[in-house]
């Protein structure tokens, strides 16, 4: 059964850095594209960055430039490097283990979910 688990949320100010990790188990890292997707209150879940299996990667466009996706498979963990923050950027934050081996930001699919981590960002 796989299970993941999201860890480094907390709060920061404006232009500050956080680093999200999600510890996965009953999974290799091989096969499926992963991904981080943010949920801030009364807003729907929307794809932050997607990993593929060959190491591939996407950002939507409001985090270009400023977000870092990676994963280690040896040490079966998924990343997020989030510098430059800004308030907009306040939202839960979850993990996704997906459907396929292409990396892609739509919440269909993915099929394995974390419980999330908060960030929070002041201005």
């Known amino acids: 059964q796989v299970r993941l688990v999201e860890s480094g949320g907390g709060s920061v100010q404006s232009g500050g850095s956080l680093r999200l990790s999600c510890a996965f188990t009953?999974?290799?890292?091989?096969?499926?594209?992963m991904g981080w997707f943010r949920q801030a209150p009364g807003k729907e879940r929307e794809g932050v960055a997607s990993?593929?299996?060959?190491?591939?990667?996407i950002y939507a466009d409001f985090v270009k430039d400023r977000f870092t996706i990676s994963q280690d498979n040896a040490k079966n963990t998924l990343y997020l490097q989030m510098d430059s923050l800004k308030p907009e950027d306040t939202a839960m934050y979850y993990c996704?283990?997906?459907?396929?081996?292409?990396?892609?930001?739509?919440?269909?699919?993915?099929?394995?979910w974390g419980q999330g981590t908060q960030v929070t960002v002041s201005s």
């Open positions: 996704a283990l997906g459907n396929w081996w292409y990396a892609n930001l739509q919440r269909e699919n993915y099929k394995i």
């Open positions: 009953g999974y290799n890292g091989r096969r499926n594209s």
């Open positions: 990993i593929n299996s060959v190491g591939g990667k």
